[in-house]
Every structure is written in structure tokens, then in C-alpha cells.
């Protein structure tokens, strides 16, 4: 009797350990970071002169963080939401003819359904559709003027995503934002007013990953 339940619990064991991640029923729960920096330089036309005025330097410094969840209603395939805070930063080269600094503060939210494609349930990719709101308020920063304009814009957005998956072990996912394709509405109020509408793609423009633990 005792042999018969010992192999009763090694047997249940055995079913729940190849168990894959990211069957049907599995949950996953977790935090994303992202976090990009970059420079730009350009030249402005002066009209005075009718020729290119001197080169302008830009640097750009953006991060976000938040939590997410997911609930794979089939093997393969999940579906979540996540909100995550932002902050930006421009900081533009004295001398512009605009402010000298923006600044930004987002709160984003979003919903997605992601199809995973593994090599032995261990690293593949995910991809999907998924559907975004952000909430941006911005301001500029000039010499003399600490708010030289305020503006908050809404974002609503969808496309497809692409993310890179890998399983260092059976219960921990790592994640990293390869490239997205997406449609975006925004509307600007306040020192800008208006609306507008454009069309994304990229692929690999910053450090975007997620830590997830599959239970």
C-alpha cells in the first residue's frame, strides 16, 4: 500500500514538472522595464540669411516600468493587460529657437494576446495584437521660464508586437521587445492643440524587457 501511494505522488510529480509553461491554464505575472537613450543632430534653415543655420544637438533619455498579467486561455497563447509610468526627458543645446528642455510624465495601459513559438518549450519568440492608451503631460523648460508651455496628449493605439521569450528555468520567463507595427489616434490640449494620426514601425530601438514567473 505504502509502494502504491509513494508511486501515486512520484507519477503526480512527474505529470505537474513536464507540465510546459505555456500550456492552457498557466498564468504568468511579472514587471517590464524599458529604457533608451539617445543624441540627434541637426541643422536649422535660417531665413535671414536664406541658408542652414548652425548645427543643433539634441539628447533624448526615456524609462518605464510597470506590472503585467496574463492567463493563456490555450496552449500557446495568452492574454493579458499591463500599465506601466514613464518619464522624458529632451534636452536641447542653448541657442534653439525652442525651449531649452521638455519633459514628460505618461501613464500607459494596454491589452494584448500574444501567440509563443518555442524550441522544447525553452526560447522563441511571442507576437500578437494588442491595443494601448497613454496619457502624456509635457512640459517645456526655457532660460528664465521654468514652464514655458504645458501640454497633455492622449494616445490611442494598436498593432502587432513582437518580443523575443526565453525560460532559464521552468517557472521564470525573460522577455525583450524586438519590434512592433502599430496605428496611432492622438489628441493634444492645452499650449498645442489638435489631433493627429500616423503609423509606426520598429524594430529594436531601446532596452524594452520583462521579468515573468509562470505559475
Known sequence: MYKKLLLVCVSAITIHTAKAQTEKGSQMIGASFGFSTSTSNFKTFDASINALG??????????NIGPDYSYFIADNLDLGAGVSYGYSKQENEA????????????FNAGLYLRKYVLFENKIGIRTGPYLNYNMTKLTA??????????????????????????????????????????YSHQKMEGYTEGTSNGFNASFVNGVNFSVNYVF
Open 54 to 63: 548652425p548645427t543643433q544637438h539634441s539628447k533624448f533619455t526615456t524609462y
Open 95 to 106: 541657442g534653439f529657437t525652442f525651449p531649452n528642455e521638455q519633459r514628460s510624465r505618461a
Open 141 to 182: 523648460f526655457d532660460s528664465g521660464n521654468p514652464s514655458y508651455y504645458n501640454n497633455t496628449n492622449k494616445t490611442y493605439s494598436g498593432g502587432i508586437g513582437l518580443d523575443f521569450v526565453y525560460f532559464p528555468v521552468k517557472k521564470l520567463a525573460l522577455a525583450a521587445r524586438m519590434g512592433n507595427i502599430n
